[in-house]
């Protein structure tokens, strides 16, 4: 069973850095493609980032696109999103999620995306 736990959200100044990290299991990263959604109150889910498990192909929003960075470390099983020059707008909840197939991601197609993590708050804030 995949099992996808996002960490490392957290209260933070515009202009700060958070690196979120999803650990997964019941998987292997080079099988797999994930995502990282937000969702802020009163808001739809959107896509954030996402790396394809073939290539490590990566596809960006563009209101995050040069600030944040999607990356995974195989060997143990996580993918983590850096995030840079944070602003009030990017306060919302963000979600991990998995798709069961490796030669692409979509940002777009959240039905794609078979598992999907509990989320963890990010708040920017003075």
């Known amino acids: 069973q995949v099992l996808l736990v996002e960490s490392g959200g957290g209260l933070v100044q515009p202009g700060g850095s958070l690196r979120l990290s999803c650990a997964g299991s019941g998987f292997t990263l080079e099988r797999i493609s994930l995502g990282w959604f937000r969702q802020s109150p009163g808001k739809g889910r959107e896509g954030v980032s996402c790396?394809?498990?073939?290539?490590?192909?990566?596809d960006y929003a563009d209101p995050v696109r040069g600030r944040f960075t999607i990356s995974r470390d195989k060997a143990k099983n996580r993918v983590y999103l850096q995030m840079n020059s944070l602003k009030p707008e990017d306060t919302a909840v963000y979600y991990c999620a998995a798709m069961a197939a490796a030669d692409y991601c979509s940002l777009y197609a959240q039905n794609e995306y078979n598992y999907w993590g509990q989320g963890t708050q990010v708040t920017v804030s003075s």
């Open positions: 790396i394809v498990g073939f290539d490590d192909s990566t």
